[in-house]
């Protein structure tokens, strides 16, 4: 398995980038989906996360309501919407690949097997 982000770039606070996350390999619906970013000084956090069906989601506080994950089975691509953006979304984000046919998206990293390479969004004021 093999992922690619991109789509990030530079924003305006109040502005949107929507993130896509291209999977590579055998079973995309095998896998649940997660975004996850990093800002310098910081811990990776989990952003949002989407399991294996697409039925059920998870958004961090600090995104509810702004951001929308999802997927597209077809294509095998997940999508991160970004709305609303703020100088504080300002990190490297990565989307991540769970082999797992889970009722609840994982949001712990550490349970994630792949990874992409990460996309970095800036958000000026």
């Known amino acids: 398995v093999q992922l690619q982000a991109y789509g990030g770039g530079l924003a305006q606070a109040g502005g949107s980038l929507r993130l896509s996350c291209a999977f590579s390999g055998r079973a995309f619906t095998w896998h649940g989906m997660g975004w996850f970013r990093q800002a310098p000084g910081k811990e990776r956090e989990v952003v949002a996360a989407?399991?294996?069906?697409?039925?059920?989601?998870y958004y961090a506080d600090s995104v509810k309501g702004r951001f929308i994950i999802s997927r597209d089975d077809d294509k095998d691509l997940v999508y991160l919407q970004m709305n609303s953006l703020k100088p504080e979304d300002t990190a490297v984000y990565y989307c991540?690949?769970?082999?797992?046919?889970?009722?609840?998206?994982?949001?712990?990293?550490?349970?994630?097997?792949?990874w992409g390479q990460g996309t970095q969004v800036t958000v000026s004021s």
């Open positions: 991540a690949a769970e082999k797992m046919l889970r009722l609840t998206p994982q949001i712990n990293g550490e349970q994630y097997e792949y």
């Open positions: 989407i399991n294996w069906s697409g039925e059920t989601t």
